[in-house]
């Protein structure tokens, strides 16, 4: 078992006042850093012990951060067109470059204060789940940021919505652990990339299903169907011995994952993850590696 990999997180929470009350509050969405512990939580379980999280910096906003096209909703204009659930601003997008530059993340980045940083808002705020910057930023479920070299490595900025729960914090997650370990195998096709053999699903690749992706476990028929009782053949069990892959195969169905719960699923799926010591073929056994410091991306 490899040893723990240790990331140190800014969380930067926008909660802005409305009629005296933080939103969260007004809207009875769910308190942020209760979401954190338990995204936290279920990493470092989910991943072996491997991913231990830490948040080292937490600030909490009372603004609404500012679009790309320099829009900033007003408090009650904001919860009026949250209450008729129309009327949001487009472009939605943020600006990541003045969120940036507000919280200094370049920098801390640079000086190894954090490595990460986790936004966390409410319904439309215009996060991407997952964005990289960094000198080399790739790809990481939204396009990388551009002119943010001088941090001197590649980092990852998380969105998250407290109007949503854990199981989303985890899905968001998830396709930034897809990004990543596209790039990681990007040079390796058919048999030899392990990552794409992983993703493999019934409907995808009949009679060849194993663990599947985020949106579709071995047996759904489309995205989000976690809840499937259909049986059938996946060799899921055999990536907890990689890479000795074996083609060992049995029948499952959703009763593995939590029948439909998707922080169920995303847990079940994430304890399948590659989490061993070595190297196959000139890459690391362990995913999570690359996944948590995706600077040990070559």
Known sequence: ????????????????????????????????????????????????GVARFEVVERLEVDEFPVKADGFRYEPEDFAS???????????DGV??????????????????QIDEAWLMAFPYAGYYESIMGGPGAFWCNAPPLQGTESSGRRFVIMGFNYERGVGEMLESFGHRTESILTQVYRDHHGPSNPWERFTRHERSHPGQAEVGNIHFAPNSERDYDWGNRRPVSSSC?????????????????????????IRAHHFWWYRHLPHVEGETAGLLNNWWAYILDPDRVS
Request: hydrophobic share 30%; with cysteine.
């Open 1 to 48: 078992m490899p040893p723990p990999i240790h990331r140190r997180v800014s969380l930067i929470i926008h909660t802005p006042t409305v009629g005296g009350r933080k939103l969260p509050q007004v809207f009875h969405w769910n308190d942020p850093d209760r979401l954190v512990q338990g995204f936290v939580r279920d990493l470092s379980e989910s991943s072996h």
């Open 81 to 91: 067109r949250w209450r008729r659930r129309s009327g949001f601003h487009q472009p």
């Open 95 to 112: 600006d990541y470059h003045a969120l940036i530059r507000q919280f200094g993340l370049l920098e801390k980045v640079r000086t190894g």
């Open 237 to 261: 069990d055999d990536w907890y011995g990689f890479p000795r892959l074996t083609g060992a195969r049995r029948i499952v169905e959703c009763s593995e994952w939590g029948n439909g719960d």
